[in-house]
Every structure is written in C-alpha cells, then in structure tokens.
C-alpha cells in the first residue's frame, strides 16, 4: 500500500515562506517577459507560456537551493527524477496558465488581470505537487 504523506507538515510556514520568495522572483522573470512579450508578439498567451518557461529555469534554481536543499538528492539518477518531476509539475503550472489565459482573453479580461489570476492558480497547484511528490522523502532517497 502506498503512504501519503503528511501533507500539513508540508505545508509549514518554515518552508512555504521561502518557497513563496523563490516564487516572487521567478515571478519577476516570468512577468518581466511577459509585459515585454506582449508587445513583441501581441498575444497574451504566447507571452504568458514564453515568459512562464523563463521562470521555470529560474524557481529550480532557487527552490532547489533555498528552499528544498535538504531534500535535493545527491544521487545523480535520483536527482534527474526530481529535476523532471520539478519540470513536470511546472509545465502543469504552464498548462493551467495557458487555459487561464486563453479564456480570459476570450472573455476580454486585460492581459495583466488574466496574468494576476493565472498566477495564484499556478502557484497554489505547483506548491503542492512539489512538497507532496518532488521534494518529498521518497524523492530524496
């Protein structure tokens, strides 16, 4: 049988404040682009999936560093599954930041408002797939 884990221990203000500047500052890359994006392309949701890529590379440096660095594994083999599993969980992020935006635009939103609430769904989703399956103490092993 499989055990959970604990996901409330996870959710610890000790680990989710660091995660959360980690967070603010791919964010910062993500919405850098994506303001200059917009107006490169002209398309909110080609900016919104270019810019959040960007952002991607920048949260595994920093989340793997400061705020997972106990739970990065040495082990190359098992270190490239939490670096795909960490991709993985962020291009579920980009998913739902696709749709977010893709329907805010139809429904006329302002791109930065589409960007504002396409930010909070992506962060809450991928917050949790990483302190429940990237980071967790299976992955480290």
Aim: net charge positive; aromatic share 8%; charged share 15%.
């Amino acid at each position: 049988m499989v055990r959970l884990p604990d996901v409330p221990a996870m959710l610890r203000l000790p680990r989710t404040a660091p995660y959360l500047l980690a967070s603010v500052a791919a964010l910062g890359v993500d919405l850098a682009g994506f303001v200059v994006l917009v107006e490169v392309l002209g398309s909110a949701p080609a900016a919104g999936v270019l810019s959040y890529s960007a952002g991607i590379a920048a949260h595994w440096q920093l989340s793997s560093r400061l705020v997972w660095a106990d739970r990065v594994s040495r082990e190359p083999a098992q270190r490239i599954v939490q670096m795909s599993l960490f991709l993985l969980s962020a291009l579920i992020g980009l998913a739902l930041t696709a749709c977010v935006l893709v329907l805010a635009e139809w429904a006329g939103w302002a791109p930065l408002a589409a960007k504002a609430v396409a930010v909070a769904v992506s962060f809450c989703a991928t917050y949790l797939l990483r302190a429940v399956f990237v980071f967790s103490d299976r992955q480290r092993a």
